[in-house]
């Protein structure tokens, strides 16, 4: 056999598995769930399929320390493949910057099915607080985890309102 020969038939085995290793990626690819909207807001509804979100917001100003937040939403829109039908758990934790869970544990389940027709669908999840208490001002996170993997998360400020001087104490 000669070194050409040798050659090309190296190169044909690399570029099988070449392509072999891409159609997986894209068979995967297809197969990942994907997250279109994460958002922390004032209130969001869905109406005919369509997700309405009102306020979003990333900072919480407060009066004084601490305090609580009367009420607001997590909205979560996410896109499932065939591959993905069932049913999922979905679970928002709210962290505080020493790693603390704050707030309630919010947890739900979504089942999936995608019509014959259709290759993916979207689900829109909405989990509204209320009432949740922030013991100091700082860096917060909310984490979206479904069936137990992370797969987002949002960074949330909360920032305690200037205080102006008096005009006493100038």
């Known amino acids: 056999m000669t070194v050409a020969k040798i050659r090309m038939i190296i190169r044909q085995v690399n570029d ?50 601490p305090a609580v937040h009367p009420t607001c939403a997590v909205v979560t829109r996410a896109r499932f493949s065939k591959f993905e039908e069932g049913m999922h758990d979905v679970r928002i934790t709210i962290i505080d910057e020493d790693g603390n869970i704050v707030g309630p ?23 509204n607080i209320h009432g949740i208490r922030f013991n100091k001002s700082g860096q917060y996170r909310i984490d979206l985890s479904i069936d137990n993997q992370q797969v987002g998360s949002l960074p949330i400020k909360v920032r305690e309102v200037p205080k102006h001087p008096s005009p006493e104490n100038n």
């Not at 990942?32 to 005919?48: H, K, P, Q, R, Y």
Request: glycine share 4%.
């Open 16 to 65: 099988f598995f070449v392509k072999r290793r891409s159609d997986h990626d894209k068979i995967y690819k297809d197969s990942e769930m994907e997250i279109e909207a994460f958002l922390l807001c004032d209130c969001a509804t869905v109406s005919g399929g369509k997700l309405n979100v009102l306020g979003a917001f990333d900072i919480i100003w407060a009066k004084q320390m």
């Open 105 to 127: 544990d919010l947890k739900d389940n979504i089942s999936i099915t995608v019509p014959p027709n259709e290759d993916s669908i979207s689900r829109n999840l909405i989990l």
